[in-house]
């Protein structure tokens, strides 16, 4: 099976507003992640996490804020692309909250010589 990194987007302004959310809403949501891990059990390497605090660094070693959108990961694995797509219907992160989130699908590709 081949391997594929999950990674999560949202525009950070709505990630700010989801942290104020009460916890009790924030517990409901993750109950709708925890029903979609279930239905992708046989293909989670690693549910993941929420990612914050993004840094960026430079080639010339400049570091700045991220200005990127990314929010959180998974690691899957499936036959092809079209398979991990396919686990991807009706995931909780696309349920609505919010209309510029998305999800990015990457295949883990060997290192060339290793």
Request: proline content about 6%; hydrophobic content about 40%.
């Amino acid at each position: 099976m081949k391997k594929f990194i999950i990674l999560y987007a949202a525009p950070i302004e709505a990630v700010r507003q989801m942290a104020a959310v009460p916890k009790e809403e924030q517990a409901k949501g993750m109950e709708l992640w925890m029903q979609w891990s279930k239905k992708a059990e046989k293909h989670l390497v690693d549910l993941g996490s929420p990612l914050g605090n993004g840094k960026s660094l430079n080639p010339k070693g400049a570091l700045s804020e991220s200005d990127k959108d990314i929010c959180g990961y998974s690691m899957m694995e499936a036959n092809d692309m079209s398979e991990a797509i396919n686990l991807l219907q009706g995931h909780p992160h696309l349920g609505g909250w919010n209309a510029d989130c998305s999800i990015e699908v990457y295949e883990v590709l060997p290192i060339p010589g290793m």
